[in-house]
């Protein structure tokens, strides 16, 4: 028997340029061997000795490809065999078995070089190797070889072949390796019958003249369709908001570089490394200089980003714009489009061009969204360059589906102690997103083997999600299990941070059905990952018209007025409700004087609505969160003031309104808004301490979509951890809906375990 090792690596290390890797070390070492991929990690037999096992370790774990996310690294003695060198050997199928799939990986700086130095490369428009280029957008199957990717019908030209079999090559084994002679291509099309447009150097050119005339264009990007225009010029990103249906809601937008950001939004080092790192998120960041108002619509955030492919770096090469607005190809309220058949049915006739690849579109995803605070990354939308890295749990959860909530959703399924969470998804409302939904399930399925055994659901009657988990449990005989909202929101960062026992959950949100049958959404609880126990939460306020109170936030601010004064107040007294239609203000007065169509919530997010509708800030809402977002914009400066509050069960509030109405008499707007924000973290902590006090406990854990407020996330963390208490945030999934599944699946799983 040959002395020798067999090595198991786990973890993201499969579509990272990681097999190379490991055959160039073992060239390094001067060792023999194979390496190869498996359905479950990285298999690697080496002929050695075991001082020269540990060495070779070491250097995996401290030089590892930078996208490669190693988990664990197992070994035990094997017959070595008769190896005379080192090979990258065929990719093995074990079964249900599976590694975790790598994100897509924004080009590289050497192949931005190869652009301008690479005989076969110039210009080449998807340039990759094995360090950065496509992922799982384009992957069919695992193991992840080219045969089950999208790049299959592309057959490799002979250099591009030498290049994938030299060891010292850069594209060793790089699966999506192409050059001008082999790979996919561009093709430009115009409405109006200009017919198409091919090779690279003319569809650049026409983008660029086209965005400096003020014009649109649909390009086809790494998840799907783009829609872009000139961020400088306001007529232009107006006429795409109009034509797109986006109303007021902000725009993305893609910068030249990291001078050009930093010339229009404020960054800091952590800011930057993160806009920089290989996922290029879009990240929000505080406007330093104003780009074309129709951009952000009066906020004063931005949400920019890179170049993330080598078209995108091609293009501002020539543009003389140092900022494009760069949003997801759709129409409104559906999903991003992938399909080139669709996008020229809906998108050119919108934007009167599109750019589009002849290579498919798998697996759709959008851009991601963060920010940070506190130095923390907040997940807003976890897709393009996340998706699909799972979230590692303490416990199995083999076998489980969580559905996840109807807005924003991501669902998640259970591999082993991994929990893999879809791509975004959007809002379940409309039969394009619902389509979606259930694709995608057949999608992950398929890729991971999955084959549910438990089901879980929020407890909401009416959730398309719900109604999905539903039927899934029925057709095949599985157990079925909702979850309250809250409660998974708790448990999805205690699934995150692996907390055991009961913690402290505070979780604030807009809405979430609860056990009372009311909208819940300002919740203190005593959390486990089984089950909670409410402990306090804001008074409850009516809400007139139920959810037309969220598209219209002055309905809430009458009925929180109404509900501390009664309805002999003289709102008139109030611009807003001088500004209101004097019928509609009426009939919403009988709704609450008569409890008629009002039901009830203690939701924070509503109270951010109310008070944004009483500041001037936002009557009407014209996209998901528009009254809270423009409520935290408008935050200057700082005082050590907050309204007072009273904590008696629950939380009452009418002092909070009272002190606020003085504030709008004296046109107060942002210390109001400031006094609130500081009020609510003041609220946070004194609750946190009487549950500190009654219970012993000192873990708290935040989530709910309201963290996504960057002043109150931190006034938060440092109240709290300037009182010692142990403080646990959502990081890899978002605290609003979109991570929700996570904690379901959590919940499901611990529910199993404890009943087996």
């Avoid at 210009?123 to 070889?145: K, W």
Wanted: proline letters at 5%.
């Amino acid at each position: 028997m040959e002395t020798g090792y067999e090595i198991l690596v786990r973890g993201l290390v499969q579509g990272v340029g990681f097999r190379p890797f490991i055959s160039r070390l073992a060239l390094r070492h001067c060792l023999t061997g194979e390496v190869v991929n498996r359905s479950d990690g990285v298999r690697i037999v080496l002929k050695c000795d075991l001082a020269s096992l540990k060495r070779f370790v070491d250097d995996i774990r401290t030089q590892a490809p930078p996208a490669a996310n190693i988990k664990s690294i197992e070994f035990s003695r094997t017959d070595a065999g008769n190896y005379s060198e080192f090979t990258i050997n065929s990719s093995l199928d074990e079964g249900d078995a599976i590694t975790e799939v790598s994100p897509d990986i924004a080009v590289c700086h050497e192949c931005l070089s190869d652009l301008a130095d690479d005989p076969r490369r110039i210009d080449y428009p998807f340039v990759n190797c094995t360090n950065c280029g496509p992922r799982f957008t384009i992957i069919r199957a695992l193991p992840y070889d080219r045969a089950a990717t999208t790049m299959a019908p592309f057959r490799m030209c002979r250099p591009c072949a030498s290049e994938y079999s030299d060891i010292n090559d850069r594209r060793y084994h790089a699966q999506p390796v192409a050059c001008n002679d082999c790979g996919p291509e561009y093709t430009l099309r115009s409405h109006g019958g200009e017919g198409e447009i091919n090779g690279i150097t003319a569809i650049l050119r026409k983008i660029a003249d086209r965005l400096a005339a003020g014009e649109s264009v649909a390009v086809k990007s790494t998840g799907g369709y783009n829609l872009m225009c000139d961020a400088l010029n306001e007529t232009a990103v107006s006429d795409l908001r109009q034509r797109k249906q986006r109303d007021m809601k902000p725009f993305a937008v893609m910068f030249r570089d990291i001078v050009a950001l930093r010339e229009y939004c404020l960054t800091d080092d952590d800011e930057e490394d993160l806009l920089l790192s290989w996922r290029r998120p879009i990240l929000i960041l505080r406007q330093r200089k104003p780009l074309a108002p129709s951009v952000s619509s009066g906020l004063n955030t931005t949400g920019a980003m890179l170049p993330h492919m080598p078209l995108y770096h091609m293009l501002f090469g020539i543009l003389q714009t140092p900022a494009v607005v760069l949003t997801s190809g759709n129409l409104s309220e559906e999903p991003i489009i992938i399909s080139d058949t669709a996008a020229l049915r809906d998108l050119l006739p919108l934007a009167g061009c599109v750019v589009s690849y002849n290579r498919e579109i798998n697996n759709r995803a959008d851009d991601s969204v963060v920010r940070m605070g506190s130095g923390r990354t907040i997940m807003i939308r976890r897709s393009r360059g996340y998706t699909p890295q799972p979230v590692d749990l303490a416990e199995g959860a083999e076998g489980i589906f969580a559905a996840g909530a109807e807005q924003k959703n991501c669902f998640c399924i259970g591999k082993g102690r991994r929990a893999i969470l879809s791509q975004y998804i959007g809002d379940i409302r409309n039969v394009a997103t619902y389509d979606y939904y259930t694709e995608t399930y057949g999608l992950f399925s398929s890729l991971f083997r999955f084959e549910p055994s438990d089901v879980a659901c929020d407890m909401h009657p009416d959730y398309l999600p719900g109604r999905f988990a539903e039927e899934l449990a029925g057709v095949k005989g599985l157990p079925l299990v909702r979850i309250q909202h809250h409660h998974a929101h708790a448990v999805s960062v205690m699934a995150e941070h692996q907390l055991a026992g009961k913690v402290i959950g505070v979780v604030m949100d807009g809405t979430g059905f609860g056990t009372d049958g009311n909208i819940w959404g300002s919740e203190f609880m005593i959390a486990s990952a089984t089950d909670f126990e409410r402990y306090s939460h804001f008074e409850y306020f009516m809400m007139p018209g139920g959810d037309m109170a969220v598209y219209e936030p002055w309905r809430m601010a009458l009925s929180c007025l109404f509900s501390c004064f009664g309805s002999h107040y003289d709102f008139t007294s109030l611009r807003l409700f001088r500004e209101t239609d004097p019928v509609r203000l009426s009939t919403v007065m009988e709704m609450l004087v008569h409890r008629i169509n009002a039901p009830l919530t203690c939701g924070a997010g509503r109270i951010f609505d109310a008070v944004s509708a009483l500041l001037g800030l936002c009557a009407r809402s014209s996209f998901d969160s528009e009254a809270p977002m423009r409520l935290e914009s408008a935050v200057s400066g700082s005082t050590d003031d907050y309204y007072p509050f009273t904590v008696n069960g629950i939380v009452r509030l009418g002092d909070v309104f009272r002190e606020l109405t003085v504030d709008i008499m004296r046109s107060e707007i942002s210390y109001a808004v400031f006094c609130l924000q500081k009020k609510i973290a003041q609220v946070i902590l004194s609750v946190c301490k009487s549950m500190r006090n009654d219970t012993g406990l000192n873990d708290v854990v935040l989530s709910g979509g309201v963290f996504q407020n960057r002043y109150l996330l931190e006034k938060s963390l440092y109240l709290l951890s300037m009182n010692r208490f142990s403080v646990y945030t959502n990081n890899q999934v978002p605290p609003n809906d979109g991570g929700i599944s996570l904690g379901q699946l959590a919940v499901a799983a611990e529910r199993r375990r404890l009943c087996v």
